[in-house]
């Protein structure tokens, strides 16, 4: 199942795709039946019950509504750095053997087709085309053999980083939080419709039309599944909690000569089964200038 997320005259919604296209209700109509964090915290056959709900809502065109993050506030956004070797030895580190974790806030998130903004602070603002792996239900100290089972799906993320400020301390905190700089979308779709951890799939980043990152998932060092089982030995992970997988090789700060997004840029984030999570990228300045 594929959900979309969605607002339409200050309105949310939520839709699913079915073979007419995406059917939906408002946040406002009686058969609503909640926002996907809501659907999966409930857990069971809640994602079941609500797709039969909204199968029999209005059309929703994808093209006249303004995409919002899948899960707008969940708990918790942990990311995963230095998750492909080339990546790793493009960006002068040392393949770790255990993941590099850090954090993004939903304060960050923006949906698909919302601008990027490049802060005034810096021009060093770069993308990173990843995997999303949402948790479906409470897990602790999971081994790894298990840790697919506590998935009810997947989107894609693009983790813009602001440079210089990544670097500015040994904690990247700073550089992955700017505000507008996390695209997570198109939709989320169910794990059952993807292959397990989904293996065998291909992540694409394009800016301006042009293939700048290029990589199977299967690349990755650490596992969807490796992932989640380490991260729950020392923290409990809830439904709705946003794992965000890692970036392969050909980001801008590694390339000769660097290649950082601008106004007037679009970045795209493409994986097999997932869609396409477009953004264009604006300079702050101009953005609140245009909106003031």
Same mark, same amino acid.
């Given at each position: 199942?594929?959900?979309?997320?969605?607002?339409?005259?200050?309105?949310?919604?939520?839709?699913?795709?079915?073979?007419?296209?995406?059917?939906?209700?408002l946040?406002? #109509? #009686?058969?609503?039946?909640?926002?996907?964090?809501?659907?999966?915290?409930?857990g069971? @056959?809640?994602?079941? %019950?609500?797709a +039969?709900?909204?199968?029999?809502?209005?059309?929703?065109?994808?093209?006249?509504?303004? &995409?919002?993050?899948? $899960?707008?506030?969940?708990?918790?956004?942990?990311?995963?750095?230095?998750?492909?070797?080339? #990546?790793?030895? @493009?960006?002068?580190?040392e393949?770790?053997?255990?993941?590099?974790?850090?954090?993004?806030?939903?304060?960050?998130?923006?949906?698909?087709?919302?601008p990027?903004?490049?802060?005034?602070?810096? @021009?060093?603002?770069?993308?990173?085309?990843?995997?999303?792996?949402?948790?479906?239900?409470?897990?602790?100290?999971?081994?790894? $053999?298990?840790?697919?089972?506590? +998935?009810?799906?997947?989107?894609?993320?693009?983790?813009?980083?602001? %440079?210089?400020?990544?670097?500015?301390?040994?904690?990247?905190?700073? *550089?992955?939080?700017?505000?507008?700089?996390?695209?997570?979308?198109?939709?989320?779709?169910?794990?059952?419709?993807?292959?397990?951890?989904?293996?065998?799939?291909?992540?694409?980043?394009?800016?301006? *039309? !042009? +293939?700048?990152?290029?990589?199977?998932?299967?690349?990755?060092?650490?596992?969807?599944?490796?992932i989640?089982?380490?991260?729950?030995? &020392?923290?409990?992970?809830?439904?709705?909690?946003?794992?965000?997988? *890692?970036?392969?090789?050909?980001?801008?700060?590694? %390339?000769?000569?660097?290649?950082?997004?601008?106004? *007037?840029?679009?970045?795209? !984030?493409?994986?097999?089964?997932l869609?396409?999570?477009?953004?264009?990228?604006?300079?702050?300045?101009?953005? &609140?200038?245009?909106?003031?």
């Amino acid at each position: 199942m594929k959900f979309l997320t969605y607002e339409t005259s200050g309105t949310t919604g939520l839709a699913i795709e079915t073979e007419s296209g995406f059917k939906g209700l408002l946040s406002t #109509h #009686h058969a609503y039946p909640g926002d996907l964090l809501t659907l999966i915290r409930i857990g069971g @056959e809640a994602l079941q %019950r609500a797709a +039969v709900a909204l199968k029999g809502g209005h059309s929703v065109d994808p093209n006249a509504v303004i &995409f919002m993050p899948p $899960i707008a506030n969940p708990e918790k956004i942990v990311c995963v750095g230095l998750n492909y070797k080339d #990546h790793s030895t @493009e960006s002068g580190f040392e393949q770790p053997n255990y993941p590099t974790l850090f954090g993004r806030f939903n304060s960050s998130l923006i949906g698909n087709g919302a601008p990027i903004l490049r802060p005034e602070l810096s @021009e060093q603002l770069d993308y990173e085309g990843e995997l999303v792996a949402v948790i479906g239900k409470r897990a602790r100290d999971v081994s790894e $053999i298990d840790a697919l089972g506590y +998935v009810a799906g997947y989107s894609i993320f693009n983790d813009a980083s602001i %440079r210089d400020y990544q670097f500015k301390s040994p904690q990247w905190t700073a *550089g992955k939080n700017f505000d507008d700089t996390g695209a997570f979308g198109p939709c989320f779709v169910t794990a059952d419709a993807l292959p397990r951890g989904c293996k065998g799939l291909r992540l694409v980043t394009r800016l301006n *039309g !042009v +293939v700048v990152q290029d990589a199977m998932i299967d690349d990755m060092v650490f596992s969807v599944a490796e992932i989640i089982s380490i991260c729950s030995q &020392f923290m409990t992970l809830q439904p709705g909690d946003v794992i965000v997988t *890692g970036t392969p090789s050909g980001v801008g700060l590694a %390339r000769k000569p660097q290649l950082f997004m601008k106004d *007037g840029d679009v970045c795209e !984030v493409e994986i097999d089964g997932l869609g396409v999570l477009s953004n264009p990228v604006r300079d702050r300045a101009v953005a &609140f200038a245009m909106t003031a």
